[in-house]
T-cell receptor, first 115, second 115 residues
């Protein structure tokens, strides 16, 4: 069965601090996809990144970076020099090759960035 | 171009009443998904439409929930009769296709409170 665990329920940091959001997943599939979504106060889920199981390369996009490690079944998300606008709930998700957009989400991590 | 739109944004109903949630996907998107987040837990898949057909309804919790997508455009999710445990945020997402690298776009969700 597919499962995603985000052990950090809520994190508070001060602006400009770096913060890492943890995501651990479980799946028996060899082909799968990992995602991060951001839910700002407005409510919609905003796509941040997608990774397939064959691509363990880490990715950096501006202040955001992602560390995918199959050996530990983790797909962690780091925000460097956090800003108040980063305050949101962040969801990690998994989908398998059968239905790309059928997601198994974690419970989310609420990030509070204080000025 | 309009995004995924959900109506209403909030709904408060009494236990035993009926509520209908509506989702308008992005125009031209054949795939429509319903998800639900209950009590700060993980977001869970409910069902998936391809045009007007239900491709996967494995996540529907029970027969009090009825989803329809007549004409393959907008979709409705009816809860009848509503129970307290149905409270949560209901998300709708749409995508053009099911293949890899086809992004799903989420609406802002409908917050349902059953009292």
């Amino acid at each position: 069965a597919q499962k995603v665990t985000q052990a950090q329920t809520e994190i508070s940091v001060v602006e400009k601090e770096d913060v890492t959001l943890d995501c651990v997943y479980e799946t028996r599939d060899t082909t799968y996809y990992l995602f991060w979504y951001k839910q700002p106060p407005s409510g919609e889920l905003v796509f941040l990144i997608r990774r397939n199981s064959f691509d363990e390369q880490n990715e950096i996009s501006g202040r955001y970076s992602w560390n995918f490690q199959k050996s530990t079944s983790s797909f962690n998300f780091t925000i460097t020099a956090s800003q108040v606008v980063d305050s949101a709930v962040y969801f990690c998700a998994l989908s398998d090759g059968g239905n790309f957009n059928k997601f198994y989400f974690g419970s989310g991590t609420k990030l509070n960035v204080k000025p | 171009e309009a995004g995924v739109t959900q109506f209403p944004s909030h709904s408060v109903i009494e236990k035993g009443q009926t509520v209908t949630l509506r989702c308008d996907p992005i125009s031209g998107h054949d795939n429509l998904y319903w998800y639900r987040r209950v009590m700060g837990k993980e977001i869970k898949f409910l069902l998936h439409f391809v045009k007007e057909s239900k491709q996967d309804e494995s996540g529907m919790p029970n027969n009090r929930f009825l989803a329809e997508r007549t004409g393959g455009t907008y979709s409705t999710l009816k809860v009848q009769p509503a129970e307290l445990e149905d409270s949560g945020v209901y998300f709708c997402a749409s995508s053009q296709d099911q293949g890899e690298d086809v992004e799903a776009f989420f609406g802002q969700g409908t917050r349902l409170t059953v009292v």
